[in-house]
């Protein structure tokens, strides 16, 4: 693990690049519970904006693209965000390596579909509040948020990383304006699935 914000992440994606094990999230291909519910919406980008929180090697971002969104993904681990890249050679996708703490100031209000998948889980739970915060004032009016994430029980507590999320973690993701349509339990009850979406 380096001192940088990213060590311990960048440090598997340089393994993974080094011939060693395969980060245990990836599965080289879109996450199953965002292409049912893209599936289960007929969902079509149509040209508007999309942003993939924590990326890594791009396969939720590509599935976007797919469905014609002008899509941007990023990560903090700048070896991943150069593997994604180079497995997507012909991507129309923006991979660019960025802080979920510290994003672009122009980012604010922009995209009008924000997907974060198992990011803010894997951030100190000191921090979700601030990450939750951060993800949701990206969203565009009219815009949705898409969480995913592994579900904790209120009062419980977890040696991560990962740091699963509460049901009040999860809502911490509906601030200024972005409201909370659905909260789903799914994978017999081990995941979140919420929905969030700004009416103005
Ligand atoms: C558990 S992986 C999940 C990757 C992908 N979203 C998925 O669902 O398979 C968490 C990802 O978030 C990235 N990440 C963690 N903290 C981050 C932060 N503060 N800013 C940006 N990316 C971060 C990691 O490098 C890693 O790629």
Request: aromatic share 8%; hydrophobic share 40%; glycine share 10%.
């Amino acid at each position: 693990m380096t001192g940088e914000p990213s060590g311990m992440f960048e440090a598997i994606y340089a393994g993974a690049e080094a011939g060693l094990a395969q980060p245990p999230w990836d599965h080289g291909a879109p996450r199953p519970q965002l292409v049912e519910w893209a599936e289960g919406r007929a969902l079509t980008g149509g040209g508007r904006e999309a942003l993939v929180v924590g990326c890594g090697y791009g396969s939720d971002a590509e599935y976007l693209a797919q469905l014609g969104y002008r899509t941007t993904g990023f990560d903090f681990a700048p070896t991943a965000i150069a593997a994604a890249r180079r497995k997507h050679p012909a991507s129309t996708v923006d991979y660019l390596v960025a802080d979920v703490l510290d994003l672009p100031p122009e980012w604010q209000g922009r995209f009008d579909l924000v997907v974060e998948s198992l990011t803010v889980q894997s951030m100190p739970p000191q921090q979700h509040q601030a990450a939750a915060r951060r993800i949701s004032a990206l969203v565009a009016p009219q815009g949705t948020l898409l969480v995913l994430a592994t579900t904790r029980d209120e009062g419980t507590e977890v040696t991560g990383p990962p740091w699963p999320l509460t049901r009040s973690e999860v809502e911490e993701f509906a601030r200024d304006g972005l409201d909370l349509r659905r909260v789903e339990r799914i994978e017999n009850g081990t995941w979140w699935r919420a929905e969030l979406s700004r009416g103005d």
